[in-house]
């Protein structure tokens, strides 16, 4: 089963922040997180391990939540640049395969 | 290093019609996988490989074959196109997990696909 992404949409004027919420229903290994740009192929941001440490660069971080199988990405002081669909994946078996949720789409306004 | 590169990069197919989409990456990687993109639906995973001569099915097998001949290579192949498999197709590649690790998976540039 796909991860449940919330909120499906957000805009957001620049200097603004967001929050980005992901859940499963399985137990997982991993969260890995992704930005998409229109026309192009998503990119990786960050990845979140079970028992492991929240995580974050510049102005962006994330989060873990083992017991409720979620996961928060956090965009403080919104750039124009974060522009764009965001998609955790989530690794529960082998292979890391990853099972993506069906985005968020993010857009930042002057 | 090119990292994952794909070919090709568009593509209008007839109902029927076959076609190979090519996978290549140049970081050794021992994972690759395929997926389709479609409007409101996130990436979803066709068929995937944990090293060379190795194949698995995904998410949405059905349709779809594969073959990983070479480590570095992945193709995708549509037997007999349908409209149903009109979408972008992403090849991805990744380290194998280690215990207490995760990798990324590199993402292709895509190909988008459009079966008339």
């Known amino acids: 089963q796909q991860p449940v992404q919330s909120p499906q949409a957000v805009i957001l004027r620049e200097g603004e922040d967001a929050v980005i919420n992901c859940s499963s229903s399985?137990?997982?290994?991993?969260v890995h997180w992704y930005r998409q740009k229109h026309g192009e192929a998503p990119v990786f941001l960050m990845i979140?391990?079970?028992?492991?440490e929240q995580k974050g660069h510049e102005k962006i971080s994330a989060s873990f939540n083992e017991k409720k199988q979620q996961s928060s990405l956090y965009l403080t002081a919104s750039q124009l640049s974060y522009s764009g669909t965001y998609f955790c994946?989530?690794?529960?078996?082998?292979?890391?395969?990853?099972?993506f949720g069906t985005g968020t789409r993010l857009q930042v306004t002057l | 290093n090119a990292g994952v590169t794909q070919t090709p990069k568009f593509r209008v197919l007839k109902t029927g019609q076959s076609m190979t989409l090519l996978c290549a990456q140049d970081?050794?990687?021992?994972?690759m996988y395929w997926y389709r993109q479609d409007p409101g639906m996130g990436l979803r995973l066709i068929h995937y490989?944990?090293?060379?001569?190795?194949?698995a099915k995904g998410e949405v097998p059905d349709g779809y074959n594969v073959s990983r001949l070479k480590k570095q290579n992945f193709l995708l192949g549509l037997e007999s196109a349908a409209p149903s498999q009109t979408s972008v197709y992403f090849c991805?590649?990744?380290?194998?997990?280690?215990?207490?690790?995760?990798?990324?998976?590199?993402f292709g540039p895509g190909t988008r696909l459009t079966v008339l």
């Open positions: 979140l391990l079970k028992g492991g």
């Open positions: 994946g989530t690794e529960a078996g082998t292979a890391s395969k990853l099972t």
């Open positions: 970081m050794n990687h021992e994972y």
């Open positions: 991805a590649s990744s380290y194998p997990r280690l215990a207490g690790e995760g990798y990324e998976q590199f």
């Open positions: 490989s944990v090293g060379e001569g190795t194949t």
């Open positions: 399985k137990a997982l290994y991993s």
